[in-house]
């Protein structure tokens, strides 16, 4: 049996990778959202500075008035993660933020 820390959690250090649960006996979880079996996806927070935010907005906003296209700024930052990962580009030579963002845009405007 696990014992509780100070903080009330018995693990606030579990892993982020997936475990098998057991199923409900209704066959739905109460309250819990439909998760496709094909994918799982995790979620983390990231922490932008103000004009980044106001950008991603912004970006939103034009795509809506455009294209009458609803689309939230995580829809975007998780499109530039996979145009980024399908493009093949390597980052790993990059040591900081600054020269990952520098290598990316400059692979964009070849």
Do not use: W
Request: aromatic fraction near 2%; proline fraction near 5%.
């Amino acid at each position: 049996m696990k014992t509780k820390s100070r903080l009330g959690k018995a693990d606030i250090f579990a892993s982020t990778t997936s475990r098998p649960s057991a199923a409900p006996s209704s066959g739905v979880a109460v309250g819990a959202p439909p998760v496709a079996s094909s994918s799982i996806e995790n979620k983390m927070t990231v922490i932008m500075p103000p004009d980044q935010v106001a950008f991603l907005d912004r970006l939103c906003l034009d795509i809506r008035t455009k294209t009458k296209a609803k689309i939230r700024r995580t829809e975007v930052i998780r499109a530039l993660v996979a145009g980024v990962q399908a493009s093949g580009l390597d980052l790993t030579a990059y040591a900081s933020e600054a020269d990952i963002g520098h290598a990316i845009a400059k692979r964009l405007k070849g």
